[in-house]
């Protein structure tokens, strides 16, 4: 079946500009995840999402970022004002419970943020 | 708070060469433990996960052992081959969580010389 899509996979902007970043996750997968993986801070986690609300959004950098998720499904990213320490990948992942009793997240191919 | 260390890298081998990358967790209890693998231009895929202690992890011909002594996850695998060329990242979720975020290591890239 279809994995995890992610738009645009490549995002080039000014700073100070807003952008938006879009997840689909796995159909049926009602857990949704946002990580960054920069050279100089490998892969952190942003927030996660569990239907439409937010857990956990304790990686959220600064109150630039904000991530939205409408009707269980399709997740966005939206980070205002962007600085040129926002460039990264983004990675969003969805999950489904497995065996152990513990979810297993499945990434998308990510959208390369370039601030100039 | 929660962490892991994987060992430093890049590691260079020749094919059919045996391949540890040693990794090791801090965390309150005993957390799920993964092994994710990135190869050139691709995404983050699941290679092998360990719920509790003693449970060992295999795919591909890769393997890791939840060692909760020792609070490591090493992963082997005994005879490389080019293909496995990537980046491969250890990662932890919380204890007694179904859910929840994953907290990765820095990552350790391999190369594997025909």
């Known amino acids: 079946g279809a994995g995890v899509s992610q738009s645009p996979s490549n995002k080039v902007t000014e700073k100070g500009k807003d952008v938006e970043l879009r997840c689909d996750p796995i159909s049926g997968h009602t857990a949704l995840y946002w990580y960054r993986q920069s050279l100089g801070q490998g892969l952190e986690f942003l927030i996660y999402?569990?239907?439409?609300?937010?857990?956990?959004k304790s990686g959220l950098p600064s109150d630039r970022f904000s991530a939205e998720r409408t009707g269980g499904s399709v997740s966005t990213l939206t980070i205002q004002r962007t600085q040129q320490e926002d460039s990264a990948v983004y990675l969003c992942?969805?999950?489904?419970?497995?065996?152990?009793?513990?979810?297993?997240?499945?990434f998308g191919p990510g959208t390369r943020l370039t601030v100039l | 708070g929660d962490s892991v260390t994987q060992m430093e890298g890049p590691v260079t081998l020749s094919e059919e060469a045996f391949l540890t990358i040693n990794c090791t967790y801090t965390a309150t209890g005993y957390p799920s433990l993964f092994w994710y693998v990135q190869y050139p231009g691709e995404g983050l895929q699941l290679l092998l996960k360990?719920?509790?202690?003693?449970d060992k992890g295999s795919n591909k011909g890769f393997e890791a052992t939840y060692r909760k002594e020792t609070t490591s996850f090493h992963l082997e695998k005994g005879s490389v081959q080019v293909s496995d060329s990537a980046v491969y990242f250890c990662?932890?979720?919380?204890?007694?969580?179904?859910?929840?975020?994953?907290?990765f290591g820095q990552g350790t890239i391999l190369t594997v010389h025909p």
């Open positions: 992942a969805s999950s489904s419970l497995g065996s152990g009793g513990t979810d297993t997240q499945y």
């Open positions: 990662a932890l979720k919380l204890a007694g969580t179904s859910y929840g975020k994953l907290t």
């Open positions: 360990a719920t509790k202690a003693d």
């Open positions: 999402f569990q239907g439409n609300s937010a857990p956990d």
